[in-house]
């Protein structure tokens, strides 16, 4: 079935390292969000992608959606302690259901 | 303006009893889904209502169900509890639902666990 594969699952990097999570989906997406969901608390959205090839930046942040809008990525450069957290990919599928990634846990080391 | 609310937040129950849950969505949000999220599962949809209509179901058994009032308020029901019931259960609202605009709005969530 439907589903969407992130990785990985979790990762830990030194503080002002990057941090890269990859999502892939086994079908076409009609667009693809991201959210972040922190110790605790719960997803909040941080981004929509809906364009073949589309890259979008939010400060530190940037998003990029495939080609093939079969995958995506999520590149946060030199990280910082409030960038840990869980991050999700969630892609909606041409019937309009959402299914979300497995989730990259990432862990800032001071 | 409000963000969504669930309510109870936590909750504990036994095998075999059922539980119903609460979610208020963002005013003039129409849509709410809702999601169960364990750690070994990550976040799996379990069904969207949009203006009282159950537009999509995930892919759980029939003791998980739902309703929508005209106010757009959700409640989500589950019976018979089984052990593996044990999630945080997450509310999410938006105008319009899991589509192209459909950037999701998500409550505190209600921790349930089932001893």
């Known amino acids: 079935g439907q589903q969407v594969m992130q990785i990985p699952q979790y990762q830990h990097v030194q503080e002002g390292e990057d941090f890269t999570t990859y999502c892939n989906s086994s079908t076409t997406l009609s667009n693809i969000q991201w959210y972040k969901q922190r110790p605790g608390g719960h997803p909040v959205f941080l981004i929509q992608?809906?364009?073949?090839?589309e890259v979008k930046k939010q400060k530190r942040l940037t998003f990029q959606f495939g080609e093939a809008k079969k995958n995506s990525s999520l590149h946060i450069t030199a990280t910082q302690t409030t960038d840990v957290g869980t991050y999700f990919c969630a892609g909606l599928t041409g019937a309009n259901n959402l299914f979300f990634g497995t989730g990259t846990r990432l862990t800032v080391i001071p | 303006k409000a963000g969504v609310t669930q309510t109870p937040r936590y909750l504990i129950k036994t095998r075999g009893q059922q539980v119903t849950l609460s979610c208020s969505p963002i005013?003039?949000?129409?849509?709410v889904s809702w999601y169960q999220q364990t750690p070994g599962q990550g976040l799996q949809f379990l069904f969207e209502?949009?203006?009282?209509?159950?537009?999509n179901k995930g892919n759980f058994p029939g003791r998980f169900s739902g309703r929508q009032f005209s106010n757009s308020r959700s409640e989500m029901n589950v019976s018979t509890l089984e052990l593996g019931d044990s999630a945080l259960y997450l509310c999410a609202s938006s105008k319009e639902g899991q589509g192209p605009s459909g950037e999701l709005f998500f409550g505190e969530g209600s921790r349930l666990t089932v001893l």
């Open positions: 992608l809906v364009k073949s090839g």
């Open positions: 005013s003039g949000h129409r849509s």
């Open positions: 209502y949009f203006s009282e209509t159950q537009r």
